[in-house]
């Protein structure tokens, strides 16, 4: 099945991939290696802001690393030209978790984008992944995600 029509199948339409907020480019291709800058939680709305341990749950910080995967994966089809069925896998992740000192549930947070990836890609979207705190994020967001890919 492709990419296309499992996101289609599960509701799931990509945002528009966001221009780059300073200078920096979105994403980078070395062979078939895309590297894809943080990506920040956010709706088509809004920031997604807050802090893990102070004013959000964990339930509400993977639901802001999940807003950062479909961003990710917006940014991985604007790479491949809007053919995102060039995608043939996640190869990493590292996940920034805007977080008090005492927070320790990093991992459960990133699990928000990490579980939306093998939810859309299947084994594809199973990926190796680091998940660490953040004392503060761009913009006062809670969650902040760069990813490895391999393309086509």
Known sequence: MSIEKRLSDLGIT???ASAPAANYV????V???????????R??????????????????GAAAA???GLQLLAQVKAACGGDIN?????????????STKEFTDQPKVINGCSDFLVEALG?????????VSAGA???????????IFEIS
């Not at 060039?86 to 805007?98: A, I, P």
């Not at 084994?123 to 998940?131: C, E, T, V, W």
């Open 14 to 16: 990509l945002p528009d």
């Open 26 to 29: 979105p994403f980078v291709q």
């Open 31 to 41: 062979g078939n290696t895309l590297y894809v800058s943080g990506q920040i939680s």
């Open 43 to 60: 709706t088509d709305d809004a920031l997604i802001l807050g802090v893990l341990g102070d004013d959000m749950s964990v339930e509400d």
């Open 66 to 68: 999940r807003t950062c």
């Open 86 to 98: 060039r995608l043939k896998r996640v190869v990493k992740l590292t996940g920034f978790v805007n």
């Open 123 to 131: 084994d594809a979207g199973r990926h190796a992944r680091s998940a």
């Open 137 to 147: 994020l761009p913009l006062g967001v809670a969650v902040e995600i760069e990813g």
